[in-house]
């Protein structure tokens, strides 16, 4: 099983900063795919950035610019630094790990990013 904590969401006004966190544990070494996706009012679930371990980074198109996806594999942690944050920004935004061998998909409780114009 795998487990996938947030943590740093929060309040913030347009054009503020923040940096989301996720920790990994458990059998997370089968997930070769990892990112983060976010969820706005009345809005359904969409992909923000993810990156596939040894092939690529994606982005949305729509923080292109604004938000980088990283990782430090030594605290099993992956990161998504937000800057020049918009009102459209808000949602909960969720961590997600994907195992190709395993087949299943992970996610994590979700933590609050608001943005006040």
């Known amino acids: 099983q795998v487990q996938l904590v947030e943590s740093g969401g929060g309040l913030v006004q347009a054009g503020g900063s923040l940096r989301l966190s996720c920790v990994a544990s458990?059998?997370?070494?089968?997930?070769?795919?990892m990112g983060w996706y976010r969820q706005g009012p009345g809005k359904q679930r969409e992909l923000v950035a993810t990156?596939?371990?040894?092939?690529?980074?994606d982005y949305s198109d729509s923080v292109k610019g604004r938000f980088t996806i990283s990782r430090d594999n030594a605290k099993n942690t992956i990161y998504l630094q937000m800057n020049s944050l918009k009102p459209e920004d808000t949602a909960l935004y969720y961590c997600?790990?994907?195992?190709?061998?395993?087949?299943?998909?992970?996610w994590g409780q979700g933590t609050q990013v608001t943005v006040s114009s």
């Open positions: 458990g059998r997370f070494g089968f997930l070769n795919r």
């Open positions: 990156f596939t371990t040894g092939i690529s980074t």
């Open positions: 997600n790990g994907y195992s190709s061998p395993l087949n299943k998909m992970y």
